[in-house]
T-cell receptor
Framework: EDQVTQSPEALRLQEGESSSLNCSYT??????LFWYRQDPGKGPEFLFT???AGEEKEKERLKATLTKKESFLHITAPKPEDSATYLCAVQSGDKLIFGTGTRLQVFP | GAVVSQHPSWVICKSGTSVKIECRSLDFQATTMFWYRQFPKQSLMLMAT?????????EQGVEKDKFLINHASLTLSTLTVTSAHPEDSSFYIC????????????FGSGTQLSVL
């Protein structure tokens, strides 16, 4: 069964304190691993798609990496505006299967 | 990036009434749209896949007679929650895939439904 597990559930960081979010997955035939950011009461906002092990993508303070079993979202020197829930999803067939997310809070 | 517009953003209704939620792709044609449901502090759960011009495909455990989906055009899908009850209160989010074979899903801003 396709499954996505994210850890930690919640993360509190001081502004400037770098850290990483984990997404472990099992899927039959990975067609893509997606990272989204979701603010309270809003729909998810697309961040990255990764397709193969070893691939990396960056956007501002965020960097996503992918192995055969997991993906990491690295946050370098976060700012309070980076506070949000970060969702990981894998594509299974035509569908996206989401993890439960990591709620990130960055304090000034 | 592509824009998906969802309306309304929130709705309060009485138990037993029906509520319609609209999802529009504004600058692209979406042959496939997806409807998700999200409870507080939980992830998105896929309810159904909507294909333009054909019947929706519902996920296991989702009542198709309660959650009516119509995808009559390449830019519009609607979800109607029929005879809503308090347990239907949730955050409903639609998403669409660019009909040009794009892999990315673009999400609407969500609809918070509260059934009294």
């Amino acid at each position: 069964e396709d499954q996505v597990t994210q850890s930690p559930e919640a993360l509190r960081l001081q502004e400037g304190e770098s850290s990483s979010l984990n997404c472990s997955y099992t899927v039959s035939g990975l067609r893509g691993l997606f990272w989204y950011r979701q603010d309270p009461g809003k729909g998810p906002e697309f961040l990255f798609t990764l397709y193969s092990a070893g691939e990396e993508k960056e956007k501002e303070r965020l960097k996503a990496t992918l192995t055969k079993k997991e993906s990491f979202l690295h946050i370098t020197a976060p700012k309070p505006e980076d506070s949000a829930t970060y969702l990981c999803a894998v594509q299974s067939g035509d569908k996206l299967i989401f993890g439960t997310g990591t709620r990130l809070q960055v304090f000034p | 990036g592509a824009v998906v517009s969802q309306h309304p953003s929130w709705v309060i209704c009485k138990s037993g009434t029906s509520v319609k939620i609209e999802c529009r792709s504004l600058d692209f044609q979406a042959t496939t749209m997806f409807w998700y449901r999200q409870f507080p502090k939980q992830s998105l759960m896929l309810m159904a896949t909507s294909n333009e011009g054909s019947k929706a495909t519902y996920e296991q455990g989702v009542e198709k007679d309660k959650f009516l989906i119509n995808h009559a055009s390449l830019t519009l899908s609607t979800l109607t929650v029929t005879s809503a009850h308090p347990e239907d209160s949730s955050f409903y989010i639609c998403s669409a895939r660019d009909g040009q074979g794009g892999e990315k899903l673009f999400f609407g801003s969500g609809t918070q439904l509260s059934v009294l």
